[in-house]
């Protein structure tokens, strides 16, 4: 509105008047978009709350079951116990989107001088004769699980040491340095502190948006929880899950091309798995993610609920 058809406001009880103030119109007006932006922000962190308890909502008794009847069937094979790893073990974990992870502790007299191979095979011939109908796979590091309830188990062999545990070595077939998982968790957790115990649910609203994207364009888990980590060390804003995830994303965008070390050991770089700095695997990611954090930031300069969904679940 031009200042040429501003209405002149009273001011109370001296019966002046003030003709640099805003107008009614423009009062008004400001008045509605702040109840309008209030009403927005409740909305959008109210829909991420409830995105928050469906990622939660973890089958902690199913799961439960499966690893005690795969530790009971693994024991004839000198398999000590199963750890729970990976985002289970950093409480990132999100139903129906992550797998669970679970070191498998071998016995190092029966296993520290065969190969992590050797390992993997007696793993997965055990579970095949304990689970003729169920789809088991092999890959380089662990041997996967899926049960008929959607639930996917991976287990990692490894040999756990005085100092750390030795998981595969994927590249030697051999047993990897001491690695110490540990280490992270624990950086995650204080920083997670720190921030009102926000960090953790940016994580896992994040590795959703992640998960909707092609295999060329995402990033690994362990990844977005090591950017996560540097990105809220010296965080000051809001603590909404808006806010906190919106931070998140561009951090992110930002910085995926450039390298961040390994605190656990197991590789020299959390993103050894995108090559170089300059690499066409990282090109891909930083412009796919890129991309998502520019729906993020115009859903919300719009106050639109709905374009955040839209972002959210495609």
């Known amino acids: 509105m031009g200042s040429n058809s ?55 008794e199913g799961i439960r079951t499966h690893i005690n009847e795969i530790e009971n069937s693994l024991e004839e094979i000198d398999i000590e116990k199963l750890q729970f790893g990976g985002s289970v073990s950093r409480y990132t974990y999100i139903n129906g989107y992550s797998d669970v992870d679970a070191l498998a502790i071998v016995d190092e007299k029966t296993y520290g001088n065969r190969t992590p191979s050797d390992a993997l095979g007696m793993i997965r011939d055990r579970l095949e004769q304990r689970y003729p109908n169920s789809d088991i796979r092999t890959g380089n590091l662990a041997v996967t699980i899926k049960y008929s309830d959607g639930h996917e188990i991976q287990l990692l062999p490894a040999i756990k040491t005085a100092t750390g545990v030795r998981i595969a070595n994927p590249e030697t077939n051999q047993w990897s340095n001491v690695t110490r998982p540990h280490n992270f968790g624990r950086q995650l957790t204080a920083v997670n502190q720190v921030n009102n115990s926000r960090v953790v649910p940016a994580i896992k609203l994040y590795k959703a948006i992640n998960s909707k994207m092609s295999k ?90 709905k374009r955040w969904k839209n972002t959210m679940e495609k």
Do not use: C, P
């Open 216 to 305: 060329e364009q995402r990033l690994s888990g362990y990844h977005i929880e090591s950017l996560a980590v540097e990105a809220f060390k010296d965080y000051k804003g809001s603590y909404s899950n808006k806010e906190t995830l919106l931070h998140l994303s561009k951090y992110i965008k930002n910085n995926i091309k450039r390298n961040i070390k390994d605190s656990t050991g197991q590789s020299r770089n959390v993103d050894e798995y995108l090559g170089s700095k300059n690499s066409k695997d990282r090109e891909t990611r930083r412009v796919a993610h890129g991309k998502k954090n520019t729906l993020m930031e115009e859903a919300d300069r719009d106050s639109s609920v």
């Open 6 to 60: 501003r209405r002149t406001v009273w001011s109370g009880g001296g019966g002046g008047s003030s003709n640099g103030g805003d107008s009614v119109e423009e009062l008004e007006q400001s008045a509605t978009y702040v109840m309008e932006r209030s009403t927005y922000e409740k909305e959008v962190n109210d829909y991420f709350q409830d995105l928050l308890r469906e990622y939660n909502d973890r089958d902690v």
